[in-house]
């Protein structure tokens, strides 16, 4: 229990520098993108098809950051929450609402412990949120608990193999494995923040655990166009043209 409150302290302070450096002022472009799309290359929805119909949805979106993921789906008509950790994510989140007359529920919270009801919500997304920062065993059994039984569980994710790639200091992925897979789970990068990078494998275990059954695994690479993203320096675009960059699982949960 010590490690995971040192944990979140540890990564509420990275989020709190990332936004004074980068997210707060990206948000405004964020929140104002024409559609909804996937990932540090902007893979499309369209193309995915992913997350279908969300009109009247009850959404509940676990590490949603600046939100701009929530506000795109409460265009399409769903009733989102936004659950986040950092207090000045939130903040941004706020000004944005403010900004594009856009309101939801913004809760400041663990997503491993969400002060939310049981049974509540249609559908628990994560965009490198949840997914990448919080316990896996304990956030999707918080998304199976906060979600009716049928409900989905749609999630973006660093690749597995981007994961491996990836310098430990700084840098973009190389054409090597720089870390064994085996006791990737738990990284906690030197200077930076505790993420969590489960095989595959374990993702599977971990939903069928909690009721999930997986409808897919769709393996995001960049488009031909694509471009490098300006700050997170995880794999250039030629890298990601050749090798997935993103893993976006997709689940429904079964009882
Ligand atoms: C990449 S950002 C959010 C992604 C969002 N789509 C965006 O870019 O604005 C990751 C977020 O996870 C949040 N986070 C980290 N640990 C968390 C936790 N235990 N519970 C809830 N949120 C957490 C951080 O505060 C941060 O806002």
């Known amino acids: 229990m010590g490690e995971a409150r040192a944990d979140l302290a540890r990564n509420r302070a990275v989020w709190a520098l990332v936004n004074a450096a980068f997210t707060d002022q990206d ?3 964020a929140w104002a993108a024409e559609e909804l799309s996937w990932g540090l290359f902007g893979v499309p929805e369209r193309d995915l098809g992913v997350l279908g119909d969300v009109g009247g949805l009850g959404v509940v ?17 769903a009733r989102p929450v936004g659950v986040d950790l950092t207090p000045a994510q ?14 939801f529920p913004l809760v400041q919270a663990d997503a491993e412990h969400v002060p939310l009801a049981d049974g509540s919500f249609d559908l628990v997304v994560s965009e490198y949120g949840a997914s990448v920062w919080c316990d896996p065993d304990r956030w999707v059994a918080e998304a199976a608990r906060l979600l009716r039984r049928g409900g989905r569980l749609v999630f973006l994710t660093n690749s597995v193999l981007a994961t491996l790639c990836v310098p430990e200091q700084e840098g973009f ?14 990284v906690a990068w030197p200077g930076g923040g505790v993420e969590f990078h489960p ?20 393996e995001l690479y960049a488009p031909a166009d694509g471009e490098t993203h ?12 050749q090798w997935p960059v993103e893993d976006l699982w997709a689940a429904h949960l079964t009882r």
């Open 27 to 29: 948000a405004d472009r």
């Open 61 to 77: 979106e676990l590490g949603c950051g600046t939100a701009y993921l929530s506000a795109q789906l409460a265009r399409q008509g």
């Open 90 to 103: 939130l903040a941004t989140a706020a000004r944005c609402q403010r900004r594009f007359g856009l309101m």
């Open 173 to 186: 992925a190389g054409e090597r494995l720089l870390r064994p897979q085996r006791g990737l789970r738990r």
């Open 199 to 218: 095989s595959h494998g374990d993702w599977i275990r971990i939903l069928r655990a909690n009721g999930f059954v997986v409808d897919a695994l769709h």
């Open 230 to 241: 300006q700050y997170y320096g995880i794999a250039t675009a030629g890298w990601a043209t």
